[in-house]
């Protein structure tokens, strides 16, 4: 059964750190690429950085590039979101999602995610 | 990276066929063939449902089907039930390892 845990969140001020961790079961994590998404309260999806199964490709939202590093370690089964120079409007859940091949665009599994509340 | 235009709701009554437009750019909807929908009920994460345009995952209904003409998107749900009621997010891949998501249509079963 696919598993993905999310884990790192919590009550941040502006402009600190937060390093967000999905640790992965289940399936061949280096098989896989691997996203993170997030939803502000009462908002919609957001998508925030993506990486391929063996982190050749990364991509990031125009809102985090700069800010944000996603990397993962594969011989972990782990996912990782370093966030940097948060603000109030990165509060949201953030989800782990895997995507169904390696290089794919469609995310087929999500983790139950974790809040990240940045606020002084 | 702008987001996919959805309408914000949409409804239909039971047994009925709803679509669910979602609205691109050449840059992502109308350049690729990596639109996906999800549906996401009430404190629960998303759950894929079309992959690809019009693929659907093992487990999903027939019911689902997905579409694409041009810049534009399509889910259509039929013969609807009431476990439909959720919302429903797209997504298209828009060039250069990014994805961008709608804004979301809340669907009402009536």
């Known amino acids: 059964e696919v598993q993905l845990v999310e884990s790192g969140g919590g009550l941040v001020q502006p402009g600190r750190s937060l390093r967000l961790t999905c640790a992965a079961s289940?399936?061949?994590?280096?098989?896989?690429?691997m996203y993170w998404v997030r939803q502000a309260p009462g908002k919609g999806l957001d998508w925030v950085s993506g990486?391929?199964?063996?982190?050749?490709?990364?991509g990031y939202a125009d809102s985090v590039k700069g800010r944000f590093t996603i990397s993962r370690d594969n011989a972990k089964n782990s996912l990782y979101l370093q966030m940097n120079s948060l603000r109030t409007e990165d509060t949201a859940l953030y989800y782990c999602a895997k995507g169904s091949d390696g290089y794919s665009y469609d995310l087929d599994y999500w983790g139950q995610g974790t809040l990240v509340t940045v606020s002084s | 990276q702008s987001a996919l235009t959805q309408p914000p709701s949409a409804s239909g009554s039971p047994g009925q066929s709803v679509t669910i437009s979602c609205t691109g750019t050449?840059?992502?909807?109308?350049?690729?063939?990596?639109v996906s929908w999800y549906q996401q009920h009430p404190g629960k994460a998303p759950k894929l449902m079309i992959f690809?345009?019009?693929k659907r995952p093992s487990g999903v209904p027939d019911r689902f089907s997905g579409s694409k003409s041009g810049n534009t998107a399509s889910l259509t749900v039929s013969g609807l039930q009431a476990e439909d009621e959720a919302d429903y997010y797209c997504s298209s891949y828009a060039g250069s390892n990014n994805l961008v998501f709608g804004g979301g249509t809340k669907l009402t079963v009536l």
């Open positions: 289940g399936f061949s994590f280096d098989d896989y690429a």
């Open positions: 050449s840059s992502d909807v109308g350049d690729y063939n990596f």
């Open positions: 990486i391929s199964w063996n982190s050749a490709n990364i």
């Open positions: 690809e345009v019009s």
